[in-house]
């Protein structure tokens, strides 16, 4: 789920941004005169990867225990072993 400056519901659900204006309020690529220069290629990059996973991929399943990155500061995954299973 991403990181929402605004809206996010005091419920906790877990509902996904769906539109157009929700999605625009979130902070992953930061906001502003420093907003990420790259964002517009990784949204195109990550529409292409979801686009290709969804025609060839049936199910991904975690295959072993994640490992994560030594960090004070960020918590960040170093692995996520996964067994692919084709459509
Ligand atoms: C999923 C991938 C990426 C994420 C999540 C991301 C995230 C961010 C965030 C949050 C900031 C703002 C940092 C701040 O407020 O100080 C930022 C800035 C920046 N990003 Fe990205 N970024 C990604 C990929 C890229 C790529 C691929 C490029 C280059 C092709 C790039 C170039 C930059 C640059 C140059 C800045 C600094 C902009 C400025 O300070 O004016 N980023 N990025």
């Known amino acids: 789920m991403s990181v929402r400056r ?3 519901p005091a419920s906790g659900s877990t509902r996904h941004a769906s539109t157009s204006a929700e999605r625009r309020t979130h902070l992953a690529f930061g906001s ?3 907003a ?3 964002a517009a290629i990784v949204r195109l990059e990550a ?3 979801l686009s290709a996973l969804v025609r060839r991929v049936r199910a991904l399943h975690v295959a072993a225990e994640p490992t994560y990155q ?3 500061i960020v918590r960040a995954l170093g692995s996520v072993p996964l067994r692919i ?3």
Do not use: Q
């Open 36 to 38: 990420c220069v790259g």
């Open 47 to 49: 529409e292409a990867l």
């Open 85 to 87: 299973v084709a459509a």
């Open 70 to 72: 030594p960090n004070n």
């Open 32 to 34: 502003g005169i420093h």
């Open 6 to 8: 605004t809206g996010i």
